[in-house]
């Protein structure tokens, strides 16, 4: 199998070469807090918060990895509820990333999918459905689209299935991609540089 480019990028990740810290659980809400309040004075409208799944990795071998994942999801909702709801009705701005760990998306289903929640759909989470892929690396695309495809199954019953952004440049994959989301039944965005745009696959996705 063909190693792609990036893989020799991640071999130099900080978190690989100096390791991490984790907060302890009873300063959760206070960083969310404090750290949301900061982005919204500077006119951040929502976040996207990334490599979740690494909260409960790094107490692997203990029985916290629930619990500490679950604390993380309970001061991260109440943040985002309080600094970026766009609508006062529990429409929250935030994708959730690299949450596909059994600990995260179990504390997803228990915060935000309850029996008792009055928001509807518009109160449940927008999940990230795979790893990153790369535009410019070929072998990544088919696999990105399988992925999506097979946890279309399962995400939609814990929120709104986020296929991830694309670029319309990109010829063949480009019109792939625009499909996939086109029947995703999640968001529909796009990462083109400027100028770059495909106006034809646009048209198709916006008026079709």
């Not at 994708?95 to 504390?107: A, F, G, R």
Request: glycine share 12%; aromatic share 8%; with cysteine.
């Amino acid at each position: 199998m063909k190693r792609m480019s990036v893989a020799n990028e991640l071999e130099r990740e900080p978190s690989v070469t100096d390791g991490l810290g984790l907060l302890d659980t009873d300063s959760v809400h206070t960083f969310f807090d404090e750290y949301h309040s900061l982005l919204k004075g500077m006119g951040v409208t929502g976040v996207k918060v990334d490599a979740q799944s690494i909260v409960p990795a790094l107490v692997a071998g203990s029985s916290g990895g629930w619990e500490r994942a679950l604390a993380f999801h309970k001061g991260l909702k109440a943040s985002v509820s309080k600094h970026f709801d766009r609508t006062g009705g529990g429409e929250h701005n935030i994708i959730h990333c690299m949450c596909h760990s059994h600990h995260i998306l179990l504390s997803i289903a228990t915060l935000y999918t309850s029996s008792g929640s009055s928001s509807g759909r518009r109160g449940l989470p927008v999940i990230r459905g795979s790893d990153d892929f790369w535009p410019l690396e070929d072998a990544s695309h088919g696999p990105h689209l399988f992925i999506n495809s097979l946890n279309s199954l399962f995400f939609p019953h814990l929120g709104l299935h986020d296929w991830d952004m694309f670029q319309t440049d990109l010829g063949r994959s480009s019109a792939l991609h625009a499909a996939s989301r086109a029947i995703s039944g999640g968001p529909v965005y796009v990462s083109d540089r400027p100028g770059t745009h495909s106006g034809a696959i646009l048209r198709k996705l916006a008026f079709a």
